[in-house]
Nanobody, 123 residues
Framework: HVQLVESGGGSAQAGGSLTLSCEIR????????IGWFRQAPGKQREGVAA???????YVIDDVKGRFTVSRDSIKNSVTLQMHDLKPEDTGMYFC??????????????????WGQGTQVTVS
């Protein structure tokens, strides 16, 4: 089965940048819709960005103009470029994959496969 591995998390100052990567193993990334989600302490998990199988990208309003999601077919990975980070961006970031029947880019239950997460801390 497909395996998702996140990397790139860490600490950054407000206004700084971080780049997260989601590598897909045992399958081809172009066969999946990929979503990025985050969960802050004491809050519900929320969708942040997504890239569909056809390459179309989506971001939520809170990160529009600051976050960019892209796909690298050779590396079999999806990257989330985060710029102008804010303290409210702090949280555990997860990537998720869905092969077929996508119901919504930012719906948690629309994804069948999840990574273990990578921590992002902004101060």
């Amino acid at each position: 089965h497909v395996q998702l591995v996140e990397s790139g998390g860490g600490s950054a100052q407000a206004g700084g940048s971080l780049t997260l990567s989601c590598e897909i193993r045992r399958d081809t990334i172009t066969e999946y819709h990929i979503g990025w989600f985050r969960q802050a302490p004491g809050k519900q998990r929320e969708g942040v960005a997504a890239i569909k199988r056809d390459g179309r990208t989506y971001v939520i309003d809170d990160v529009k103009g600051r976050f960019t999601v892209s796909r690298d077919s050779i590396k079999n990975s999806v990257t989330l470029q985060m710029h102008d980070l804010k303290p409210e961006d702090t949280g555990m970031y997860f990537c998720a994959a869905q092969g077929q029947g996508m119901a919504g880019a930012f719906l948690t239950h629309a994804y069948d496969h999840w990574g273990q997460g990578t921590q992002v801390t902004v101060s």
